[in-house]
């Protein structure tokens, strides 16, 4: 039960998709639609709108932390509840299992798992961005980087659920990555964002 619970609650809190509730609600139509059709904070900035862009990360962020949250709370394995939201973001039943690259909510669960090791892949983030530029080069970075943090730190069920999220975060990235090798990636605040990393 310690598994199938915060597997299942986690899935579901994952599978909510906020960037397109919330440009809907707002009345901007379907996210999906614009740009690279992505559900996540990424695309949503590029309707204009900051606060929504902002909104949508924090909550996609947000369904990872709680629900690991809620498994601490109730005993349950919380990388197990984390992991599922990332997987729910990802692949949401209510669309079809298709939704975003999971980069919030994979740091929102890293931060709610241990927030050492959420703050060392949110400064991987910010330096790579800094130096690079890349979005997508910044999510791969922090991804790759926080398994081995973990398995430093000797938190090992927690380093395998990060290894878990990084490998979905790089198949989500397949792309990205054909485009940084080959020079074509837009860096951050270039003119064409549609194949920066969305959340």
């Not at 996609?60 to 599922?84: F, H, N, Q, S, T």
Request: proline share 4%; with cysteine; charged share 10%.
């Amino acid at each position: 039960m310690d598994v199938l619970f915060p597997l299942i609650l986690g899935y579901l809190l994952g599978s909510v998709p906020f960037g397109l509730v919330i440009t809907k609600a707002a009345g901007l139509g379907d996210i999906r639609e614009i740009g690279s059709g992505n559900i996540g904070a990424t695309n949503v900035l590029r309707t204009g709108r900051k606060d929504l862009a902002a909104a949508t990360l924090l909550l996609d962020g947000g369904k990872g932390a709680i629900a690991v949250g809620v498994a601490y709370l109730l005993g349950w394995r919380p990388e197990i509840a984390g992991a599922a939201a990332f997987l729910g973001h990802c692949f949401p039943v209510w669309l079809g299992f298709k939704g975003g690259k999971g980069v919030a909510t994979f740091l929102g669960t890293l931060f709610a798992l241990h927030f050492p090791a959420g703050l060392f892949a949110a400064a991987t983030w910010l330096g790579v961005a800094y130096m690079f530029r890349f979005s997508s080069l910044s999510a791969l970075m922090a991804a790759a980087a926080s398994p081995l943090v973990f398995f430093t730190m000797g938190k090992i069920p927690f380093a395998f659920a990060a290894l878990f999220m990084a490998v979905l975060i790089f198949i989500r990235h397949q792309a990205n990555i054909a485009r940084l090798l080959s020079g074509s990636e837009p860096k951050i605040g270039g003119k064409k964002a549609a194949s920066n990393a969305g959340a």
